[in-house]
């Protein structure tokens, strides 16, 4: 059974600084690539940052040098460190699959960014 549960949202300033959590059960977290999305209501959601199997990492353009993706295989657990955070950064964060298993989106963790 696939299981995704996303944590480690909160409200932060602009310019701040937030650590995502994904605890990913072991049969996709050895075999796929994992991922964190994003989605703001009204609105699709968008890839933000890809882990190989192997660690190798890739980012949506306006993430790079503030987001970094990372793994911790022990753990089956994937994180998300958020640096330099602004206001459009605000959105519902995702790990999934990437391609993404669909219907087995996690509860997603809210992150709001606001002075």
């Known amino acids: 059974q696939v299981q995704l549960v996303e944590s480690g949202g909160g409200l932060v300033q602009p310019g701040g600084s937030l650590r995502l959590s994904c605890a990913a059960s072991?049969?996709?977290?050895?075999?796929?690539?994992m991922a964190w999305y994003r989605q703001v209501p009204g609105k699709e959601r968008d890839l933000v940052a890809t882990?190989?199997?192997?660690?190798?990492?890739d980012y949506a353009d306006a993430m790079k040098g503030r987001f970094t993706i990372s793994k911790d295989n022990a753990k089956n657990t994937v994180y998300l460190q958020m640096n330099s955070l602004q206001p459009e950064d605000t959105a519902v964060y995702y790990c999934n699959a990437r391609p993404a298993l669909q219907g087995y989106w996690g509860q997603g963790t809210q992150v709001t960014v606001s002075s």
């Open positions: 072991g049969s996709i977290f050895k075999s796929l690539r």
């Open positions: 882990i190989t199997q192997g660690g190798s990492t």
